[in-house]
């Protein structure tokens, strides 16, 4: 299964194989609210046929009726703006006066489409530059921190391989968790090699991989677009694991447990020898303190904290359970055990 931004990049390639005219629209700047960040894109067939999304409905559907009026018409990248008085923010669905706007591109045999796709299938993140008056595009490699560019010449959107979670352990918090972030278009790994932990697992589209987790960390060579989460309790799982994942480009490394024993992790951690440097990624009490009780809040917390990180959000020190005062209610984690 792939991202949704694949998805579209290669319905849209598929459209233009079989010689049906099409367009790739990408939100580029947002004001006020927004339903769909900047970076967003949707993909539009000639006959009305659409993929993906940039404003949850209401704008798709004012594209698809001038694309079924008029047809695809467009020869060269339009910048289009939706919601600038209040009655379009109205009419177009757009929350409390936002406004949006969009780069429609036709797209033609200069696209690099195909191109795009074969770097991402290999986990490549790219840039794609498009000239506003060729429609030329240009690829090159792109780097974690680069977003995306707009000049009066040209607009530049990043790309990049599906986000990725490794969840060690299959009990009912794993289950919670991969169910969330399967729907939020993570591609969700589970590593568990205790046969009657797999043996009760039920979430749709995510299976368990019988492998010990450090190895499948290795495996896997995670890139920065990789997440690990351990969930076991049991240190011969988590700990070796989560020792490799340090080791990689991992933005985001969590374990569960108390504070204490996340105190004696850390401990074990520098007799294999990792720097302090490291051992510092490493979030534990896992999640953000939002005075979870059940598996479902806990895996909300998990995932609250991982998509902060992702976002390059900086967490107040009031909301990280690992910093949350000793006075503060107690929040436990999917096991029962105090965090």
Known sequence: MHSIDYEVLNQAAAWLAAGKPCELVT??????????????????????????????????????????????????PDLVTYGITADEAHRFGLPCGGTIQLLIEPLAAHDRLQELLGHLAQRKLVMRSVDLETGEATLAPASPEMQLRVTDKSITTIHGP???????????????????AAGMDYHVTVCDPR??????????GVSVVHAMPDDLVLEMGLDARS??????????????????????????????????????????????????????????????????????????????????????????SAMRVQEAKDSAPVQVDGAGCVI
């Open 27 to 76: 939100v580029i700047k947002t004001w006020g609210s927004s339903p769909r960040p900047e970076g967003a894109i949707m993909a539009m067939s000639g006959d009305g046929e659409v993929i993906g999304s940039v404003s949850g409905g209401c704008i798709e559907d004012d594209l698809i009726a001038r694309v079924r009026a008029e047809g695809i018409t467009r020869t060269k």
């Open 195 to 204: 046969e009657e932990y797999r043996a009760g697992w039920q979430v749709p």
């Open 162 to 180: 599906r986000w990725r979670l490794i969840i060690i352990g299959a009990g009912q918090l794993p289950a919670f968790l991969a169910t969330i």
């Open 227 to 316: 997440a690990v989460v351990a969930l076991t309790h049991d240190p011969k799982l988590d700990d070796l694991a989560i020792m490799e994942a340090l080791r990689s480009e991992a933005f985001y490394v969590g374990a569960i447990g108390s504070r204490a024993n996340n105190a004696k992790r850390r401990e074990r951690l520098k007799l294999f020898d990792l720097p302090d440097e490291q051992i510092d990624k490493l979030h534990g009490p896992i999640g953000l303190y939002i005075g979870s009780k059940t598996p479902a809040e806990i895996a909300i917390s998990i995932l609250a904290e991982l998509t902060a990180v992702k976002n390059g959000v900086k967490i107040p």
